[in-house]
């Protein structure tokens, strides 16, 4: 069987590139998509080694004689097709082209990553050159048959290592583990080391240890890259020293007087680009890039990992890379929990930051990740939203929300609730419907409109605003048809606070009691005990629905016009 590219090159050479020699190899003079059909044959077949799909060559293994712009053209379609079609993705290896004496042709190299292999909807089978859908009772015999998905990070490579990088990693686990003595790594080879933690000779410690390869960019204030280096060994991003490093440039070059970015943050975003990314692919293509006021981490993604992005009050989680993050695990530098996601956005809220958020970009086999953390100077008024959210509810993880759906207006609620599953699913929907809280949910226009307090707290950095001659009119006119409707008339500062979608501070009393106290000597209602005042006209009956709906609308109202 054939085992690498130069073997075919070498074929092709000596006229000798025969598929009835070679029972891994296809040749094909142009690409089509059905053509993924006898991959998928192939790779549910040939499961020990990899298989060949030449395109651009007969079947007599002629070169059919394409020129540069079809194998571009072509390797452009072939990407897409296998993003599109292709499940598990993992099941491709490389589409690559290449030239011999001004001809063009493309290499496609797969390998059965441990499971049934998919063109489209259907798993295929091969027989001669008969290629046929497999029945649900094949696929069940060959899925029972095979291992499972493979880890890309558990096979077997060779490089040599870092030796002091391998040494802070063994330390780190010592310390962590009650069961690994301080000393069990003394007077080791960082290849004895390796080998103690099960991980020697793996992708995953040529990955961490070896010569695979991120880059960190740095820009200027106009936001030019003006520095590109590159490094080797992923372990180099998880070091303290490295984040480190980022809040220096960062704090220097902005001008800042403190760290910019929240450390916890910092740190869970540098280590899900290493732990997540997708390695069979230019072994993961890491870039770390160095803005004034934010911080971008970006790698190369399973297109499934679009289900992840921004959810950020979710723990849902899928790893690809099981001995990675088994090895990060047993560092310290990941949990197993999902709770990363969670621990970014609400460390950002709580210092004051941006939100980060996730940008999913499309192209060739893979999708690349960008997770953005804001840094930058401390936004005092967002602290004061989330410190007034956090005495509204006495629950840390419920403010958070609010002040989620507080930063998130400009979105639809449909488009929010992807971010939110699992035990964080009741908390918003509390938020959501409640009318005292920060937002009022527009159910007919699915947005989110802020309540006033909120809004004038953002506007003018106040906790409260004198009501304009229109807004107090309005105001008037709708608690006094609401209360007397609802509550024979009667109505308390804070139910005028409510009304009015202001919030409870000490201002904001006094505001709604200076209004009561003004509409009562001016005869619009009466004092009827402290703190307790009654509108006069004729009371109707409303049914708790129709009280609610009323609220509701005037609340919608209130803060539109706000």
């Given at each position: 069987m054939l085992q690498t590219k130069d073997e075919i090159i070498t074929?092709?050479?000596?006229?000798?590139?025969?598929?009835?020699?070679?029972?891994?190899?296809?040749?094909?003079?142009?690409?089509?998509?059905?053509?993924?059909?006898?991959?998928?044959?192939?790779?549910?077949?040939?499961?020990?080694?990899?298989?060949?799909?030449?395109?651009?060559?007969?079947?007599?293994?002629?070169?059919?004689?394409?020129?540069?712009?079809?194998?571009?053209?072509?390797?452009?379609?072939?990407?897409?097709?296998?993003?599109?079609?292709?499940?598990?993705?993992?099941?491709?290896?490389?589409?690559?082209?290449?030239?011999?004496?001004?001809?063009?042709?493309?290499?496609?190299?797969?390998?059965?990553?441990?499971?049934v292999v998919y063109w489209g909807n259907s798993a295929y089978k091969s027989s001669g050159t008969t290629i046929a859908e497999m029945a649900p009772a094949e696929i069940m015999q060959l899925t029972v048959s095979l291992p499972g998905l493979s880890d890309y990070t558990a096979q077997q490579a060779f490089t040599s290592y870092e030796p002091q990088s391998v040494r802070e990693l063994a330390d780190l686990i010592?310390?962590?583990?009650?069961?690994?003595?301080?000393?069990?790594?003394?007077?080791?080879?960082?290849?004895?080391?390796?080998?103690?933690?099960?991980?020697?000779?793996?992708?995953?410690?040529?990955?961490?240890?070896?010569?695979?390869?991120?880059?960190?960019?740095?820009?200027?204030?106009?936001?030019?890259?003006?520095?590109?280096?590159?490094?080797?060994?992923?372990?180099?991003?998880?070091?303290?020293?490295?984040?480190?490093?980022?809040?220096?440039?960062?704090?220097?070059?902005?001008?800042?007087?403190?760290?910019?970015?929240?450390?916890?943050?910092?740190?869970?975003?540098?280590?899900?680009?290493?732990?997540?990314?997708?390695?069979?692919?230019?072994?993961?293509?890491?870039?770390?890039?160095?803005?004034?006021?934010?911080?971008?981490?970006?790698?190369?993604?399973?297109?499934?990992?679009?289900?992840?992005?921004?959810?950020?009050?979710?723990?849902?989680?899928?790893?690809?890379?099981?001995?990675?993050?088994?090895?990060?695990?047993?560092?310290?530098?990941?949990?197993?929990?999902?709770?990363?996601?969670?621990?970014?956005?609400?460390?950002?809220?709580?210092?004051?930051?941006?939100?980060?958020?996730?940008?999913?970009?499309?192209?060739?086999?893979?999708?690349?990740?960008?997770?953005?953390?804001?840094?930058?100077?401390?936004?005092?008024?967002?602290?004061?939203i989330l410190n007034r959210l956090k005495e509204m509810y006495r629950d840390e993880q419920k403010a958070l929300i609010a002040n989620a759906l507080v930063l998130w207006r400009g979105q639809s609620v449909s488009s929010i609730r992807h971010y939110i599953d699992g035990e964080s699913l009741p908390l918003f929907a509390e938020v959501l419907s409640d009318l005292g809280g920060p937002i009022f949910y527009y159910k007919e226009k699915d947005k989110i409109v802020l309540h006033r307090w909120v809004s004038v707290l953002i506007g003018e950095g106040k906790d409260s605003k004198q009501l304009s001659d229109a807004e107090e009119e309005d105001l008037l006119d709708s608690a006094r048809r609401l209360q007397l409707d609802y509550n024979h008339g009667y109505i308390t500062p804070k139910e005028l606070r409510e009304l009015a979608g202001m919030g409870h501070t000490r201002s904001e009393q006094v505001l709604s009691s200076t209004l009561l106290k003004k509409w009562d000597e001016r005869g619009f209602l009466k004092k009827t005990r402290k703190g307790v005042y009654q509108?006069?006209?004729?009371?109707?009956?409303?049914?708790?629905?129709?009280?609610?709906?009323?609220?509701?609308s005037l609340l919608a109202d209130e803060s539109e016009t706000t």
């Open positions: 074929h092709i050479n000596a006229g000798t590139l025969l598929e009835y020699r070679q029972p891994n190899l296809e040749l094909k003079q142009n690409w089509h998509q059905s053509d993924g059909k006898k991959l998928s044959a192939f790779a549910n077949r040939i499961l020990d080694n990899s298989i060949w799909l030449c395109v651009g060559i007969t079947d007599s293994g002629k070169l059919f004689g394409h020129d540069e712009n079809w194998a571009k053209q072509a390797e452009e379609t072939i990407s897409n097709h296998m993003n599109q079609y292709l499940n598990p993705q993992a099941t491709c290896i490389g589409v690559t082209c290449h030239e011999i004496n001004g001809q063009w042709f493309i290499i496609i190299e797969c390998r059965n990553p441990g499971a010592s310390k962590r583990s009650p069961k690994i003595p301080i000393t069990t790594f003394d007077n080791l080879s960082p290849q004895d080391i390796l080998a103690r933690l099960g991980i020697n000779d793996t992708n995953a410690s040529r990955i961490l240890f070896g010569d695979s390869k991120y880059r960190v960019v740095y820009y200027d204030a106009y936001e030019n890259p003006v520095e590109n280096k590159t490094f080797a060994g992923m372990f180099g991003i998880l070091k303290a020293s490295f984040a480190e490093h980022v809040q220096e440039w960062t704090r220097t070059s902005a001008g800042l007087d403190r760290d910019p970015y929240p450390p916890r943050a910092l740190k869970e975003a540098l280590a899900n680009a290493v732990a997540h990314a997708a390695y069979v692919e230019k072994d993961g293509d890491i870039i770390v890039e160095l803005f004034l006021d934010r911080l971008c981490v970006s790698n190369v993604c399973m297109r499934e990992s679009e289900f992840f992005a921004n959810k950020w009050f979710s723990r849902s989680h899928n790893t690809i890379n099981s001995l990675m993050m088994e090895t990060l695990r047993m560092a310290g530098f990941v949990d197993e929990l999902g709770r990363g996601k969670n621990l970014i956005f609400a460390d950002s809220l709580k210092s004051g930051k941006q939100p980060p958020h996730v940008v999913l970009e499309t192209g060739g086999r893979y999708d690349r990740w960008r997770l953005y953390l804001y840094g930058g100077t401390q936004d005092t008024t967002q602290l004061r509108f006069h006209g004729p009371k109707r009956t409303l049914t708790h629905d129709q009280v609610k709906e009323a609220l509701q």
